[in-house]
């Protein structure tokens, strides 16, 4: 079992085994203490090999490791030795090294059967392989005469040819001479004898085998059965690799498979010092602890799979704790670990969708795309499969897309007429969920990525422009214009954001928006909907002023914002959401502004204009949304304003100039002006033609813009 005490600071787990049995966490100790047991009350007269058997990660190494604590505790007193035979370069070392590390051990103890070992230790490795690896053992073990400078290489020869005239068997006997005058057991542990390449793990098979029946000596081997089977078939060509481990291994004991309890509640205890839950409304704490009880038995399956997964939480989740939900985290990481394609599907079609956010819908051949992959991502798992989708549904806006729940009935779409899948998203932007189009960014970095703007940022945003207006207004003219490293500038996020946000304080909200009202017409990345008046644009964010003052905060703001494109685009988009016909009409319900407050902005935005230079009122950039809006407030107050402005034939055409609108792209494009609007300004539209005709016809210095004009209005009547 990987070290079952992780460190809930933030550090990664090396997921090394443990040995004390105090570390454990899945009731494994006593069933190592059994094994203990059993190895000391067998006959080791002829020696014994065991063979743990257990997965990848299963807890195996663990397992004996407290096996060999409780050995190194008993009363017997055993000599356990560890033997790591893949740090051992070739065949022959293995026995050179074996018998270095078991003399060594033998040396701790001292007396003479020790030294009598190291003795015909190097007799039996000189008379088995040869006296380069006799001489290697020798100085491994600082056997007397190993100084070959010294003595030279000759007399070093005829030393240990005398150690060959004694046969092979002889010597073997006197090794096991020495190890039966121990009256000490000695328990030999080689671990992951799966991992070594399939010649090297027969080899270190054959190598116990060589030795096995040496009195008092036990070995311990831990392998996963399937693979090191199939390692010796590759490496010896036989057809039964379980036969050949039966040969030399005389029991085995498989790790038990973890209580599924156990694993849960190990991991959820670790992952709760990791993530904050106290803050958390009783919702979040219930979906929080409904992720571990649901997908631990899909996705945890052995201790190692619990260190990895707590491993993830470190690395992803602890650095963006405070913008992420607890339980859609746990269950990101969770699959990550053990279905990475499901996991990159969650992430595209997120990406997907905070593309399309407040754009529109995915289109049919999206949808059917999303819904093919998905299947792919799940496929072979019919019942994972139908969990999982019914969890998407809670997790995903709208659910996932095209497919059906596991009772067959399709998820509900946000439009139902049409079919398509209209991502909803207030509750996950409140929430921090994963199906936030903005939150969603923080559940797949290692950190808050570059190029956002936090929540913490943000509000210290607000706060300094209500505190510190001079100093305010200059770091959000800074942040508007401040580069992004993935293109554009932090401006534009700030706009984005602003229709996201869950929460904002109220003294901040009015100040912050007359500031705005400065910089957003030289804006050049503001687009159309930033200028609209709902909730999900940056004037939705008076949301967060409380109802009594709202009104007045209304009335300020547009007595005193300083773009007028912008307080004309509030207003034409509260009557539209105001109709109550139409394929644009909102319930009352979710409407942005009462109609209270739909009056008190008319009739603000009228004094507004009323009280503004008619320079301000010209230079405006959409001038005709501007005009057009005043007439639908007071008619005949914006004619007689527009009469005033246009006596001269000069003004007149510059008015106009200002009224055009440029359709299509910038050098494909044509400029339009609608007629409609010119009815609601001028006594009719053809009041206008033909006064432009007449100016086109007289005034030469007017004529090429006076046709310029003729031909928008044509183009304007057309569309």
């Not at 051990?105 to 015909?120: D, M, P, Q, V």
Request: a negative charge; proline letters at 5%.
């Amino acid at each position: 079992m990987p070290d079952a005490r992780p460190d809930a600071t933030g550090s990664i787990s090396s997921d090394r085994p443990i040995s004390a049995p105090a570390q454990d966490r899945l009731g494994f100790s006593k069933i190592a203490e059994h094994l203990a047991q059993a190895f000391l009350r067998n006959d080791l007269s002829e020696g014994f090999v065991v063979g743990v058997e257990g997965s990848w990660g299963s807890g195996k190494s663990s397992l004996v490791g407290m096996a060999l604590t409780h050995l190194r505790n008993h009363d017997r007193k055993p000599i356990v030795v560890e033997f790591q035979p893949w740090l051992v370069g070739n065949r022959n070392d293995l026995l050179t090294e074996l018998f270095a590390v078991l003399s060594a051990e033998l040396a701790k103890r001292g007396g003479s059967a020790g030294i009598s070992f190291k003795k015909n230790a190097a007799r039996f490795a000189n008379a088995a392989m040869g006296l380069g690896t006799a001489l290697d053992f020798a100085g491994k073990v600082g056997f007397a005469g190993a100084n070959l400078a010294a003595e030279g290489i000759k007399a070093a020869g005829r030393g240990l040819g005398e150690f060959a005239r004694t046969s092979l068997f002889d010597l073997k006997q006197s090794l096991s001479k020495d190890l039966a005058n121990l009256n000490t057991p000695v328990i030999i542990f080689i671990d992951d004898l799966d991992r070594l390449d399939p010649t090297e793990a027969v080899e270190v098979l054959r190598l116990v085998r060589a030795v096995a029946d040496f009195p008092n000596v036990g070995y311990i081997l831990a392998y996963d059965a399937e693979v090191l089977a199939q390692n010796i078939q590759r490496a010896l060509g036989v057809s039964d690799g379980r036969a050949y481990i039966e040969k030399i291994v005389q029991a085995s004991f498989r790790v038990p498979m973890p209580m599924e309890y156990d694993l849960r509640n190990w991991f959820k205890d670790e992952a709760s010092k990791l993530l904050p839950t106290d803050t958390l409304s009783l919702d979040a704490r219930q979906r929080y602890e409904v992720a571990f009880q649901n997908w631990t038995p899909f996705f945890l399956r052995t201790p190692r799979d619990v260190i990895r997964a707590l491993n993830a939480l470190r690395l992803y989740a602890v650095p963006v704790a405070d913008r992420t939900d607890p339980a859609d985290m746990v269950f990101l990481h969770l699959v990550r670990l053990k279905n990475p394609a499901l996991h990159r599907w969650i992430e595209g079609y997120l990406h997907d969708l905070a593309i399309l956010d407040g754009l529109g819908a995915l289109d049919e051949d999206s949808v059917q795309r999303a819904r093919s992959s998905l299947l792919e991502a799940l496929k072979g798992d019919t019942h994972l499969q139908q969990e999982v989708v019914s969890h998407l549904h809670e997790l995903l806006p709208g659910g996932p897309p095209g497919l059906a729940d596991p009772h067959g009935e399709n998820f509900p779409s946000d439009n139902q007429e049409t079919g398509q899948f209209i991502p909803g998203r207030e509750d996950m932007n409140r929430d921090r969920r994963l199906g936030s189009p903005h939150n969603y960014r923080f559940y797949f970095a290692f950190s808050e990525p570059e190029g956002i703007l936090s929540d913490a940022a943000l509000t210290a945003l607000f706060q300094k422009v209500h505190d510190e207006p001079k100093a305010g207004a200059s770091q959000l003219q800074a942040l508007l214009s401040q580069a992004r490293p993935q293109g554009k500038s932090m401006g534009r996020v700030l706009l984005d954001r602003l229709s996201q946000v869950e929460e904002l304080p109220a003294e901040a909200i009015l100040p912050f928006l007359l500031e705005l009202s400065k910089l957003i017409d030289d804006f050049e990345e503001a687009s159309p909907s930033d200028l609209w008046g709902y909730r999900d644009s940056p004037f939705g964010i008076l949301r967060f002023v409380p109802a009594p003052s709202r009104e007045d905060a209304l009335a300020t703001f547009f007595l005193t914002s300083q773009s007028l494109d912008w307080l004309a685009a509030i207003v034409g988009s509260t009557e539209t959401e105001h109709r109550d016909q139409g394929i644009q009409s909102v319930p009352v319900s979710k409407r942005f502004l009462s109609n209270g407050e739909l009056e008190a902005i008319r009739s603000a935005f009228a004094t507004r204009l009323r009280q503004s230079a008619p320079a301000a009122i010209r230079n405006t950039a959409c001038l005709g949304l501007v005009l057009c809006t005043w007439a639908r407030v007071d008619c005949e107050e914006a004619k007689a304003w527009v009469g005033e402005q246009t006596q001269d034939d000069a003004d007149f055409v510059g008015l106009l100039s200002g009224m055009k609108v440029r359709v299509g792209s910038m050098f494909g494009g044509v400029d339009k002006i609608d007629p409609a609007d010119l009815d609601s300004l001028f006594s009719s539209s053809q009041y206008v033609v033909d006064r432009l005709t007449a100016i086109s016809d007289q005034a030469f210095e007017l004529k090429p813009e006076a046709d310029s004009l003729l031909a928008a209005i044509s183009a304007g009547s057309r569309s």
